[in-house]
Structure formats: C-alpha cells, structure tokens
C-alpha cells in the first residue's frame, strides 16, 4: 500500500484519527481505524468524474459522529471538513462556483481542436487545473474570473507557441 498521512481531528470536543492512504487506483480514509467508502478513479460514472478526479481532486460526502463530514483530496492533500472547516488548516471550506467550469470545458476544448498529443495535453489539463484552483482563492469573484480568463488564454497562446516550434524543428530536421 501507498504512504499513509495521518493527522488528528476534533468534532465537538471528540478526537478523531484519520489516516488517508492512496494507491494506484483507490484512496482509503480510516477515520479512528474505521474505512470511509471513497470511489477510485477508474470506476467514475460520469456524473461523478469531474467531483472525483485526480486532476480535480476529490470531494466525498460521508458521517462523522452524526454530522455530515466530507472527505477531500485536493493538489496531493488529504483533508476532512465538518461544518465549513478544514480539520487539519482550519480554512474555510470553499466549493467550486459554477462559472468555472465555463473555463475548464474551454481549456479541455485544446485537445479535440489541437489534437490530442502530449503539447495540447500539457497546456489543456494545466490550465484547466489552475482555473479550478483560481476559483477558490480568497480573491473577489470579479479578480477570479478575470484571473482564469488570463490563464485560459495563456493555456490556448501557449499551445499554438509550443506547437507551431515542434512543427518548425520537426520541419527544419526531416526536410
């Protein structure tokens, strides 16, 4: 099995232990040595893929002591919020506002439209990922939303850059 992360969590005056191991193909929460159900990433329906991705994390609802908890795995970080709060950073817990996947189905729009090589996928899926992560910053929506404009864009530039450079090597060295 993969390395454990294990931290201490406390819900209404009682202590928790959460261990969080991952593997190829599942994430495993042990809450005081109890499994959480968590879905792997291969067994999606697609209702669910884009919740509980390994691009953008994952976002489980579950019980906890009679209160409805939810475990998250975002950015290789294993977290448990109850009532709004990260248990181990003690953050506000923020979901994703629904004008951001406008951005993330216009970045993922490179690759049918660019061709699905390693280039477009790079730039496609990144910055796909930094306009999910934008949208929960701190920053006001008017300062997210122009942000992930920006890397839309720079995500759509940057592919036609990298792009038409290969074919000008690639020219340059079979010709």
Same mark, same amino acid.
């Given at each position: 099995m993969g390395k454990a992360t294990r931290w201490l969590g406390e819900v209404d005056g009682e202590t928790y232990i959460f261990v969080h191991h991952r593997t190829w193909f599942k994430h495993i929460l042990t809450v005081d040595g109890t499994p959480v159900e968590t879905k792997s990433h291969f067994s999606q329906t697609p209702k669910d893929y884009f919740r509980a991705s390994s691009i953008f994390g994952i976002d489980e609802p579950f019980m906890l002591g009679g209160k409805k908890a939810r475990f998250v795995f975002s950015r290789n970080k294993p977290d448990v919020v109850v009532d709004a709060i990260y248990l181990r950073s003690g953050k506000p817990y923020v979901t994703h506002p629904g004008w951001v %996947? %406008?951005? @993330?189905? *216009?970045? *993922?729009?490179? *690759?049918? #439209? *660019? +061709?699905? +090589? #390693?280039?477009? /996928? #790079?730039? /496609?899926?990144? +910055? /796909?990922? $930094?306009? @999910?992560?934008? !949208?929960? &910053? !701190? #920053? !006001?929506?008017? &300062? $997210? @939303? @122009?942000?992930?404009?920006?890397i839309t864009l720079a995500a759509w530039l940057l592919t036609f850059i990298a792009l038409i450079q290969f074919f000008q090597i690639t020219h340059i060295l079979f010709s």
């Open positions: %996947w %406008w951005f @993330v189905i *216009l970045c *993922l729009l490179i *690759l049918p #439209l *660019l +061709g699905f +090589g #390693l280039i477009p /996928a #790079l730039f /496609a899926f990144g +910055g /796909a990922e $930094r306009c @999910v992560h934008m !949208s929960k &910053s !701190s #920053l !006001s929506t008017t &300062s $997210r @939303v @122009v942000r992930c404009i920006f």
